[in-house]
């Protein structure tokens, strides 16, 4: 009975000329190991080793200067030379040099930076590139396998794994405690690289790892990566203005409670935009223009994305009264 079984699932074995093991051999043969080499060799080219040098001058007399270097990496967005880093790789550095993965070394230039995602975009002069893949309709999701690319410690390019824990937004208005979270390893010199996913897209510009002011607790497997929409908005307004312009309401503000979704706005900063316009505390603000809102946190991104000066119309539900309030929007105050 088991030879006829095993005749009907294995049709193979019908032929006199094939011997049982060797089916069997063939089988097993055709199984192949999981590997994400793909999705490296596809953006490991676009990830580059950064190296900066701060000559710092000593006040005292006679004092010889001292030269600080630290490392990072960074990301080739752009084939015409602009590579995306974390602020904190190149802050205050006299010398930036970018050193490709096929050994080609290049003096980069400060384009502008964001301190607010730490973020940085340098400009290089060369040609033929490899510009990491990117995916603009791309939705990172929990759970979703994760590749962080990088030059930790100065070892050379390499490549940890591991899933995203929690995942970010994508708005102006955002903090880095709001970034992606993953568990793949971000150590020193893995700040600015890529993370990537399982099909070499990038997902997200490493960051930093999790830390706090108890040295006491064993924290792992925390770790935070800029998401791949914020990263490129704040590429293309670094490039354009050579900083990143935010729009300004000055108000602290929660979600809604009521049966309008929508933020509700808590305390007002004086000579805001806000209070200029007549916004009042307990307003709850249920739609911007043509926005109709879900949350704060998208009043706050619509907010910040406006152009400083631009009048938005807000829609405000206060007590029994429906009111249209047109708010100036300022810049964010240094």
């Known amino acids: 009975m088991f030879a006829v079984v095993l005749l009907l699932l294995v049709p193979e074995l019908r032929d006199n000329n094939s011997a049982p093991w060797q089916i069997f051999t063939s089988i097993e043969q055709k199984t192949q190991p999981l590997s994400y080499a793909k999705a490296v060799r596809l953006a ?42 974390n602020y904190h790789v190149v802050q205050s550095a006299d010398i930036i040099v970018v050193v490709l993965q096929r050994g080609q070394e290049l003096h980069a230039e400060l384009i502008g930076y964001d301190v607010l995602t730490d973020l940085a975009v340098l400009k290089v002069q060369a040609s033929n590139l490899p510009v990491i893949p990117q995916n603009s309709t791309l939705q990172a999701q929990v759970g979703d396998v994760v590749l962080a690319i990088g030059n930790p410690l100065n070892l050379g390019q390499t490549v940890t794994q591991g899933i995203i824990s929690a995942t970010g937004q994508s708005g102006l208005s955002t903090s880095y405690l709001q970034f992606l979270q993953m568990d793949a390893a971000i150590n020193e010199g893995n700040s600015g690289g890529a993370l990537i996913n399982s099909n070499g897209e990038l997902v997200g510009i490493n960051s ?127």
Do not use: C
């Open 44 to 85: 490991g080219p676009a990830v580059v080793n950064i190296y900066t040098e701060d000559i710092q001058v000593n006040p005292s007399y006679g004092s010889k200067p001292r030269k600080v270097t630290r490392l990072g990496s960074g990301v080739i967005m752009h084939n015409q030379g602009y590579i995306l880093t």
């Open 208 to 334: 930093r790892k999790f830390t706090q002011a108890n040295s006491n607790l064993n924290i792992q497997g925390i770790f935070f990566a800029v998401p791949y929409e914020l990263a490129h908005k704040i590429m293309l307004k670094i490039i354009e203005h050579g900083r990143v312009v935010r729009g300004w309401l000055g108000v602290d503000a929660h979600d809604s409670v009521t049966n309008l979704k929508g933020f509700i706005i808590g305390s007002i900063t004086p000579n805001s935009p806000a209070m200029q316009a007549g916004l009042q505390s307990g307003d709850v603000v249920y739609q911007i223009d043509d926005i109709r809102l879900q949350n704060t946190k998208q009043g706050l991104d619509v907010v910040a994305e406006a152009t400083p000066g631009s009048v938005l119309s807000f829609m405000v539900s206060r007590g029994n009264q429906q009111l249209i309030l047109p708010v100036t929007i300022a810049e964010v105050p240094n």
